[in-house]
C-alpha cells in the first residue's frame, strides 16, 4: 500500500503541467509569419512528449510532433511546409511557426501537449490583419453638383472609410459599401455629391485603428477647361461689347481723354486696344470676376516665359534607373526615372516635357528633386492608367484633369518657392506646389515612362 501511494505520489508530481500561452490571441499581417506562444509550465523538458497542434479536427492537425520527430506526412495539407515547432523543446517551449499568412489561417488553434502520464491542452486565436490600397477618388459629374467616389480594396479586418473636408470636418457620404473577395479580404467604396470648388479640398480615408490609415484627396473642380473656355467666352464677349461702345463713343467725340492716348477711330485700335486694356476696358473687367484668378494668372506667367525663358534640357544618363518615383507605388520600381543634367537653385525655369506624344500612354511621372533622389525631396505629378494624374505627395492628390495631352510645361519658381504644371497642348495649369525651398537647395527635373508601355517620356528640344 505504501509503496503504490509513494508511487502515485511520485508520478503526480512529475506528470502534472500546465500550458501557458500569453494574451490567448495573436496578430499577424497577411503573408508574413506569426509565432503562436505555448509553454509547458513549470519548465521541463518536453522532447519525450507528443505535441499536436490542431484546429478544428484532432486527427488532422496543423503539426504533430510525437516519437522526437514532426510527421510530415499527417496533417492538414492546408499547412504542409508552413507549420513548424520554434521553441526550445528542452525548456517545455511548444510555440508553433506559421508562416505565409493566408486569411484562412484566421481561427482558434489548440496547442494539445501529453506526456507517458499526463496531457494538458489550451486555446488561443489567430488573427490576421491586410493593409488595403491608397484610396483612389474618381468625379462624376452629377447635375450642378459632383460625385466623388472612393474606394479602397485588400482591407482586413473591415476598415472604416471617413470623408473629410479641408477644416477636418467630417462628412455625411451618401453610401458606403463592404463587399468581400474571394480572397476574402474587404474592399470599401463610397461616394458624395459636393459643389464644385476651385481650392477647397475633401479627403477620403480608409483604415481601421490598429493600422495605418490611408487617405487621399481631391479637388472637386469642374472641368479646368470648360471653365477656362467658358471664362474665356465671357471675358471675350465682354471685351467686344466694350470695344464696340468704346468704338462708337469715340466715332462720336464722347470720349477725349481715351482718345488722347491714340489715334481715335483707327483700324488697327481694335487689336492695340485687346492687347493693352484701354481705360474702359479696366473698368468693365471689374465686372467679370468670371476667371479662376490662381490658375489664370498662372497661365499667364506661364505664357510670358514658355516664350522667353525656356529651359533646354539634356539626360544625365549616370541617373538613369534609380527608382525613387516607384515609392511612390506599391510595385517598388514601376517608375524607373532618370534625372537632368542640369540643376537650378534660383529664378524661374521653366522646361516641357514629351509626355505622350501618342496619346495613348499608361504612366508617367513627372517633376524635380534633388541629388541623391529622395522621395522627400520629390515634387513630380504622376498619371497611371486608371489612377488619373496624381501628386506625389503623402496622402497623393488626384488632379481632376485631362489624362492624355502630348506636352506637360513645368515652371519652377524660385522666388514664389512655387513648381507648376500646365498642359501645354490646352493651355492649362494643372496644378501648383508649394516647395519647402532653401538657400541651398538644388533642383534637377526627373521624368520616368512608368512601365506600363514603352512609349518614351523625353525633354523637349
Ligand atoms: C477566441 O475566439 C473564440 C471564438 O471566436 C472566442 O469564443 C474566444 O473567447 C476567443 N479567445 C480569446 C482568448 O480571445
Ligand atoms: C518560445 O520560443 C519562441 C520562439 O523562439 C519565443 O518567441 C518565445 O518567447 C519562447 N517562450 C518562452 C516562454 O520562452
Ligand atoms: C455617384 O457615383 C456612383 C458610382 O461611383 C454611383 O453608383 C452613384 O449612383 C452616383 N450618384 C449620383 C447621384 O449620380
Redesign the pocket.
Known amino acids: 500500500m505504501f509503496l503504490i501511494w509513494i508511487a502515485s505520489v511520485f508520478a503526480c508530481s512529475t506528470a502534472d503541467f500546465t500550458l501557458l500561452v500569453p ?3 495573436v496578430s499577424a499581417q497577411l503573408g508574413s509569419s506569426a509565432v503562436m506562444p505555448c509553454g509547458v509550465s513549470p519548465p521541463s523538458n518536453a522532447e519525450t512528449f507528443e505535441v499536436r497542434w490542431y484546429r478544428n479536427s484532432y486527427n488532422s492537425p496543423v503539426l504533430l510532433y510525437k516519437d522526437l520527430k514532426v510527421e510530415e506526412s499527417i496533417g492538414d495539407s492546408q499547412y504542409r511546409g508552413r507549420a513548424s515547432l520554434v521553441g526550445d523543446l528542452q525548456k517545455g517551449n511548444v510555440s508553433l511557426k506559421l508562416m505565409n499568412i493566408v486569411v484562412a489561417d484566421m481561427g ?1 488553434y489548440v496547442c494539445y501537449v501529453k506526456s507517458v502520464t499526463w496531457y494538458e491542452q489550451a ?3 489567430l488573427t490576421v490583419k491586410a493593409l488595403g490600397s491608397s484610396p483612389l477618388l474618381s468625379l462624376a459629374e452629377a447635375g450642378d453638383q459632383l460625385n466623388v467616389t472612393c474606394a479602397s480594396d485588400g482591407w482586413l479586418p473591415k476598415p472604416t472609410l471617413t470623408w473629410r473636408d479641408k477644416e477636418g470636418n467630417k462628412l455625411t457620404p451618401n453610401h458606403i459599401i463592404y463587399r468581400h473577395d474571394s480572397e476574402g479580404l474587404v474592399s470599401v467604396s463610397s461616394w458624395l455629391l459636393v459643389s464644385p470648388s476651385e481650392s477647397e479640398w475633401i479627403s477620403c480615408s480608409v483604415g481601421s485603428s490598429d493600422q495605418e490609415i490611408k487617405e487621399a484627396r481631391v479637388i472637386p473642380y469642374k472641368g479646368i477647361w470648360r471653365d477656362a473656355f467658358v471664362s474665356t467666352l465671357v471675358l471675350s464677349l465682354i471685351i467686344i461689347i466694350t470695344l464696340t461702345v468704346l468704338l462708337l463713343l469715340i466715332r462720336q467725340g464722347l470720349l477725349p481723354h481715351c482718345s488722347s492716348r491714340k489715334n481715335a477711330g483707327a483700324a488697327d485700335d481694335f487689336h492695340e486696344s485687346t492687347k493693352e486694356e484701354t481705360c474702359p476696358l479696366k473698368g468693365s473687367s471689374t465686372e467679370s470676376p468670371v476667371a479662376p484668378v490662381n490658375a489664370e494668372e498662372r497661365v499667364k506667367t506661364w505664357n510670358k516665359l514658355k516664350t522667353q525663358k525656356k529651359v533646354k534640357l539634356t539626360v544625365d544618363p549616370t541617373t538613369l534607373h534609380e527608382p525613387i518615383c516607384g515609392q511612390l507605388n506599391r510595385t517598388e520600381d514601376s517608375f524607373p526615372q532618370v534625372l537632368s543634367k542640369e540643376g537650378f537653385s534660383s529664378g524661374q525655369k521653366y522646361w516641357e516635357v514629351l509626355v505622350d506624344q501618342k496619346k495613348s500612354k499608361k504612366s508617367w511621372c513627372v517633376g524635380v528633386t534633388q541629388k541623391p533622389p529622395s522621395k522627400k525631396t520629390l515634387t513630380a505629378l504622376c498619371y497611371e492608367e486608371g489612377s488619373g494624374i496624381y501628386t506625389s505627395t503623402n496622402p497623393r492628390t488626384t488632379i481632376p484633369a485631362e489624362e492624355h495631352f502630348t506636352t506637360l510645361g513645368l515652371l519652377l519658381d524660385f522666388q514664389h518657392k512655387t513648381l507648376s504644371f500646365y498642359n501645354v497642348d490646352k493651355g492649362a495649369h494643372l496644378h501648383t506646389f508649394k516647395m519647402k525651398i532653401t538657400s541651398k537647395s538644388k533642383y534637377f527635373a526627373v521624368i520616368s515612362p512608368g512601365t506600363k508601355d514603352t512609349f518614351p517620356v523625353s525633354f523637349h528640344k
Do not use: H, R
Open positions: 494574451d490567448g490571441s482558434t486555446g488561443l486565436n
